[in-house]
């Protein structure tokens, strides 16, 4: 079977192959280098050279594949990550072994756990099971990087995770955690920085700025897999879930060779459920429509199947760009796809244009959208497509409905898919109590009987509520 692999797989130019049409190539062997910005690249199977085109190199792979794989070579922990072909898998692609090349002086790695986007569920799978290895290549990029400390930035919701974590952090002095609401952009690189260190970024700054560099997840433990095990990045964790038989569910595929087309993931997760919408590629949020044949790369985390789009048959309709969501390109897509005529495209308050791609000045906290909204109705707009994050699509919602402007969310054929309540008003806290894991940790599969002890006072206008399970909790509620 013939495997595409892409030659640009992260930020930067397309590599230079260093193998030629017809030459044979062994799992993990070296396909491809950058002439500027860029890491290697390696081939995640065994076979022969089929085809090189300026986008990629076809490879004919042989019938039985190994478990081993060609060792890197390197004698120090930072030759081994450069040549590992490593880039940031949960975002843009970005070289780890350059962002490690940082002297944070005694700061913060933060570990982006928070699995931002909705159904990915690849990373939570890594941290029950891969803990461990998560965190030793933590400690690789501490040294690497001078920092003191390590911090995951996990959502509250995951207790099973997070009681995991906390028991390795009881051993391991250098290393804690933070709590995040489940709320949408938290896994925003500028938010991460925020909400562990309360330090707001400009769209400018990075994160060394806050004396802290923020990687990914599953970055982290294919930094261990280099430097430990010589390994080179020639798979990647993906969650797959949508219009698929069986359910809607999200299947989690563990160490998936870079290469595999999107339908052999979607036939192993199932299949198709009948008729379908799109296929993304990425989140709800920031993913794209792709084709059944499209290689996964590096940075490829999920793939959504999801329900037919709702016909909005020629509305007028406007477009609400946000730096939290989709691009314009692919807001124009959705808007054809939902048989709409736009009329208006703007930009969200917040979201300022750098270098052509847009940035959030605060990222999940909103002004408000009034302005906005009455510039879509001043041209006509019947409906509005926004790709919003929570807070902004509650701010949308605040003035929206009153001028009599239908909203969709980008995301809505999405959540449809899979039963997830549509993304409109602000429902859940903005903050989250950074209490220890054993009050987040989740309750027995068979709780047995559960006795409470109730007292009730109304004393001074005031009812006072002693609840008595346990540990006491003491409630006032003003009459």
């Known amino acids: 079977m013939k495997y595409t692999i892409l030659l640009k797989q992260h930020i930067g130019a397309p590599l230079t192959p260093v193998l030629a049409v017809g030459d044979p190539v062994k799992r993990g062997q070296l396909l491809a280098v950058p002439t500027g910005l860029g890491a290697p690249l390696h081939s995640p199977f065994s076979g022969r050279i089929a085809e090189l085109t300026e986008a990629a190199c076809i490879i004919d792979a042989d019938d039985t594949q190994p478990d081993s794989y060609e060792p890197l070579s390197g004698d120090s922990e930072k030759e081994l990550l450069a040549a590992s072909g490593l880039v940031g898998m949960g975002g843009a692609g970005f070289p780890t072994h350059v962002k490690c090349s940082a002297d944070l002086k005694g700061g ?73 609401p489940d709320l949408y952009p938290m896994g925003e690189e500028r938010a991460v920085v925020r909400e562990v260190l309360g330090k707001l970024l400009s769209i400018t700054d990075l994160p060394s700025v806050a004396d802290a560099v923020v990687i990914n997840a599953e970055t982290l433990l294919r930094v261990a897999e280099a430097i430990d095990d010589k390994r080179p990045v020639i798979t990647k964790n993906v969650s797959v879930a949508g219009k698929l038989k069986g359910g809607t569910f999200t299947r989690t595929f563990m160490d998936v060779p870079v290469g595999t087309t999107v339908g052999q993931l979607i036939e192993k997760a199932g299949g198709i459920d009948g008729d379908y919408g799109e296929i993304i590629m990425g989140g709800p949020f920031t993913g794209h429509a792709v084709d059944l044949d499209t290689p996964i790369t590096k940075t490829t985390g999920g793939i959504i199947v999801t329900a037919p789009f709702e016909d909005l048959k020629k509305a007028k309709l406007g477009i609400l760009l946000c730096a939290c969501g989709g691009n314009e390109a692919r807001m124009q897509d959705i808007a054809q796809k939902m048989n709409s005529e736009v009329v208006l495209v703007q930009k969200c308050k917040q979201a300022v244009d750098v270098k052509g791609t847009l940035k959030c000045e605060n990222p999940g906290n909103c002004p408000g959208q009034a302005q906005k909204c009455l510039n879509f109705k001043k041209a006509g707009c019947t409906d509005i497509l926004i790709g919003n994050c929570s807070d902004c699509t509650n701010t949308v919602m605040g003035s929206a409905p009153k001028l009599g402007l239908t909203v969709h969310h980008q995301v809505d054929h999405v959540f449809d898919t899979v039963g997830l309540e549509r993304m409109r008003y602000l429902n859940k806290s903005k903050t989250v109590s950074q209490s220890p894991a054993e009050d987040t940790a989740p309750a027995a599969s068979d709780p047995g009987t559960v006795s409470y002890h109730v007292e009730q006072t109304i004393q001074d206008g005031v009812l006072r509520i002693d609840i008595k399970e346990g540990k006491n909790i003491h409630i006032e509620l003003p009459l």
Not at 151 to 157: G, H, L, P
Request: glycine share 2%.
């Open 108 to 180: 913060y790695i933060l570990v982006n756990a928070a699995e931002c986007e909705p159904l990915l569920e690849h990373n939570m799978k890594q941290l029950e099971d891969q803990l461990e290895k998560t965190a030793a290549g933590l400690k690789h990029v501490m040294k690497l990087c001078n920092a003191k400390k390590g911090v995951f930035a996990i959502k509250a919701k995951h207790k099973v995770q997070v009681q995991k974590i906390d028991a390795l952090c009881k051993n391991e002095p250098d290393i804690s955690y933070h709590l995040l």
